[in-house]
């Protein structure tokens, strides 16, 4: 308790000296943060090296805060990749499951966020739900904050959250959002997306959210497809559903385009004939499940 009390204190020391020094045009921001994060380190290693003592008595229950503390540092002065030999010696360790709830709970938000940065969406939606999850009712700040990357997650894996959830933790800025993907509907996307743009930016995922026009563009293709009711579609018919959501200027080419995208990332089961111009769609799960595909 003493050390993890030490490297908090540390941690928001240097963080307060930075804000200090930031008025001055020669410092480095989070130059204070990254010498306290090389202290905190240290005592990491002490901890992760404790081999003799029995397991009651063993440093390694002390990696855990430490753990969380980088994590903090690294993703303030955006150092992500300091984070993976963090992640492994966590992972690898006899105790992972067996910390405190609350430093769990933190560990597995840094690691989602982690995970979502690096585009590995499954295991990002595993790692914050479960942050969600065993985050305390009472602590809604912090449940709003796992929210703020776990629904763009959930999202990209094809769940959309319940108007309920967005309302009780203030979060109707994705409200539009989950709208227009549901919908298909790019041009409404892409009006949501400038609409909320600072606010996107400022929390980090506004590049995430972008992610979510080839979903958008899945979702409106699969509605053409079930409308069409034919295994071959005119590419034609896709071009006429973009301009009739408002995408005025596109053609059968870059139409296309699109498609092949969809059929290079798996979101489409077929191929494109370009002597008939027409996609041909596979006769079972065309278009599968998105879970199956990010």
């Known amino acids: 308790p003493v050390m993890q009390v030490v490297c908090l204190d540390l941690r928001n020391f240097a963080h307060k000296a930075d804000i200090q020094l930031s008025k001055s045009a020669k410092h480095t921001p989070g130059q204070m943060l990254e010498k306290a994060s090389e202290g905190i380190m240290a005592c990491f290693r002490v901890c992760a090296a404790d081999a003799r003592a029995t397991e009651e008595t063993s440093k ?162 699969k509605k053409v497809a079930l409308l069409m009711k034919t295994f071959q579609i005119p590419i034609e018919a896709f071009t006429v559903a973009l301009k009739f959501t408002g995408e005025e200027d596109v053609d059968n080419d870059e139409t296309a385009c699109i498609l092949a995208n969809l059929i290079y990332e798996q979101k489409v089961k077929g191929y494109i004939s370009h002597q008939h111009q027409k996609l041909v769609i596979s006769k079972q799960s065309a278009f599968p499940a998105l879970s199956t595909t990010a």
């Open 60 to 221: 390694k229950w002390g990696m855990l805060n430490l753990v969380n503390q980088l994590f903090k540092i690294y993703f303030k002065v955006n150092k992500l990749h300091l984070t993976k030999p963090l992640i492994r010696a966590i992972e690898s360790s006899a105790l992972k499951d067996r910390y405190a709830k609350s430093q769990l709970v933190t560990y597995r938000y840094y690691v989602g966020r982690k995970y979502m940065f690096d585009y590995n969406f499954q295991e990002a939606e595993e790692y914050l739900r479960y942050a969600f999850e065993h985050c305390e009712a009472r602590r809604k700040r912090n449940k709003r904050l796992i929210l703020m990357y776990l629904v763009p997650v959930k999202m990209l894996l094809g769940q959309m959250p319940l108007l309920s959830l967005l309302e009780k933790y203030d979060l109707l800025q994705f409200k539009g959002i989950m709208e227009s993907v549901k919908e298909g509907n790019l041009h409404q996307l892409n009006q949501e997306l400038e609409k909320h743009e600072k606010t996107f930016i400022r929390w980090g995922i506004f590049l995430i959210l972008e992610k979510l026009k080839i979903i958008t563009y899945r979702n409106l293709f």
